[in-house]
């Protein structure tokens, strides 16, 4: 709803791109089909934690500390995007197992822009916020916001039924990675040109 929440993490998000190729010229990677899907996989990936970082920043900011809201809000989302980026980045950098060269290079490389965007969301994104100076968000969002729709109403639901059933849930998802790890057993591995 505002131009800087669009414009911030859509910067950091070219700028990981950026980060991308430049880390696949240096280590000599080549450009490949594969490599085309990076600007998309960047995009849908990387630019969710700018957003959350804008999305805490209007939360919480204030014209009266400025710099102190811009802080209090980047930390207080700091940990739980850090983490979903690691473990994003994490995903992505087990292709290195794969046997396919270009599989390889996507991993490592998009496991690098991952990172990238994750550092400049939490630091280039309160920098510049820091420097242009405060700014209201518009009244009409917060009106929006407001408004319970039926997403907010399933997800307090199903938040209740979590804390209310926390044991059978870890139960129940302990028996399906039991059940899971037997049969990543059964998976074959194999490298088939003329199926491909």
């Given at each position: 709803g505002t131009v800087r929440g669009v414009v911030l993490p859509l910067v950091v998000v070219l700028l990981a791109l950026v980060w991308v190729f430049g880390f696949m010229a240096t280590v000599g990677f080549e450009l490949t089909i594969i490599a085309s899907l990076f600007p998309v996989l960047l995009i849908a990936i990387g630019?969710?934690?700018?957003?959350?970082?804008?999305?805490?920043?209007?939360?919480?900011?204030?014209?009266?500390?400025?710099?102190?809201?811009?802080?209090?809000?980047?930390?207080s989302v700091g940990t739980p995007v850090a983490m979903a980026?690691?473990?994003?980045?994490?995903?992505?950098?087990?292709?290195?197992?794969?046997?396919?060269?270009?599989?390889?290079?996507?991993?490592?490389?998009?496991?690098?822009?991952?990172?990238?965007?994750l550092v400049m969301s939490l630091a280039l994104i309160p920098a510049l916020l820091v420097k242009l100076g405060y700014k209201a968000r518009p009244k009409a969002l917060f009106s929006r916001r407001a408004e319970r729709g039926v997403l907010e109403s399933l997800l307090e639901r199903l938040g209740k039924f979590v804390f209310s059933h926390t044991r059978s849930i870890a139960v129940a998802a302990i028996a399906i990675s039991v059940?899971?790890?037997?049969?990543?057993?059964?998976?074959?591995?194999?490298?088939n040109i003329v199926e491909y």
């Open positions: 630019s969710a934690y700018g957003i959350h970082v804008m999305s805490r920043y209007y939360e919480q900011a204030s014209a009266a500390q400025y710099k102190q809201s811009v802080i209090a809000a980047t930390s980026a690691l473990t994003t980045a994490i995903g992505f950098a087990s292709l290195i197992s794969a046997t396919l060269p270009i599989v390889k290079q996507m991993g490592l490389a998009l496991s690098f822009g991952i990172v990238g965007a059940v899971a790890a037997i049969f990543v057993t059964k998976i074959t591995r194999e490298v």
